[in-house]
């Protein structure tokens, strides 16, 4: 190699370094900030006795503008479970069945056209989603069920859905191209059909990345705001029926951080919940990371 190649690449290997460092250092200050902010729930006395923190997690309101103001976490954190459950159960089998479809179905015309296609959805701004959810599909689904609530969490969870099929798709099928042609002639070589082979040969070995995927999708299914602001009819309401509506830990801040009150208990508990959605986001990957690391030790015949 000559000199002047072992230059550039010794500078685009710091300018690589360098980049990852700092993305790592302004994460760890946002993280820093948040967290500051939300610390007089444990430290200041007139916080923590307007606040009360075990009330954060065992009363059943959320009321932060009242007289007697009541900051209970419970039914937005069972919002984001809600919102999320459903717009995983509804994404993820579209998001796997195209996925299938392009990567072992599909003529190579149709694998080039399709996977653009889906993959443009991400492109869609969240807020217009939000928008399809709020003046059309609301409209659809109350009139064909009949519901009391026209925005609910049904509503939103499945416009969230649309928004996450592109993240798990893009990855499973990215996965699922990935698998050796040589597995998939040794399965039809033993006499396998092509179903059999998909199900007991290419997606056992595409695992890892289809729960990359899978995982992925949920991480912005809990951190999505604009789409169940707009859609899931944004009130706190402790129940776990999804046809009545609801509110999110991410929508919570987006709604009410602008008004807020700078240094009030409202202010402080808004930043706590950010810190909640940061640990929650920093746990789902750390499950993501090892299951995916299980799964490729399994397949690699490692016990």
Do not use: C
Not at 5 to 15: C, F, K, P, Q, Y
Not at 81 to 91: N, P, R
Not at 229 to 241: F, K, P, Q, R
């Amino acid at each position: 190699m000559k000199k002047g190649e072992r230059i550039t690449n010794a500078i685009l290997e710091g300018g690589l370094k360098l980049s990852a460092l700092l993305a790592i250092f302004l994460i760890f200050l946002i993280f820093i900030f948040i967290f500051k902010e939300a610390l007089p729930i444990f430290t200041d006395p007139e916080v923590k006795a307007e606040v009360g923190f075990l009330g954060l997690f065992t009363s059943s309101a959320w009321q932060p503008v009242s007289d007697h103001p009541r900051f209970s976490l419970l039914p937005l954190f069972l919002g984001t479970l809600k919102l999320s459950v459903i717009a995983i159960v509804f994404a993820t089998p579209l998001a796997l069945g195209a996925a299938v479809f392009t990567a072992e179905f599909a003529p190579r015309a149709w694998k080039e056209a399709i996977k653009p296609v889906i993959e443009i959805l991400a492109g869609i701004p969240s807020v217009v989603m939000g928008a399809f959810a709020l003046l059309i599909l609301a409209s659809v689904l109350q009139n064909l069920f009949g519901w009391t609530m026209r925005l609910n969490a049904v509503n939103a969870g499945i416009a969230l859905g649309l928004a996450i099929v592109p993240t798990i798709y893009s990855v499973a099928d990215d996965a699922l191209r990935a698998v050796p042609g040589s597995f998939r002639e040794a399965a039809y070589a033993l006499g396998a059909r092509k179903n059999q082979a998909i199900l007991r040969v290419i997606f056992p070995l595409a695992l890892p990345g289809v729960f990359a995927g899978f995982m992925l999708g949920l991480g912005r299914a809990i951190g999505e705001t604009m789409i169940i602001l707009l859609a899931s009819g944004n009130a706190a309401i402790l129940s776990l029926d999804p046809t009545l509506s609801t509110r999110s830990f991410s929508a919570t801040i987006a709604a009410e951080l602008g008004e807020v009150v700078f240094g009030s208990a409202h202010y402080s508990v808004l930043f706590f919940i950010g810190a909640l959605l940061f640990v929650i986001t920093f746990i789902i990957n750390l499950i993501a990371n090892l299951v995916v690391e299980r799964f490729k030790i399994r397949l690699a015949g490692v016990t």
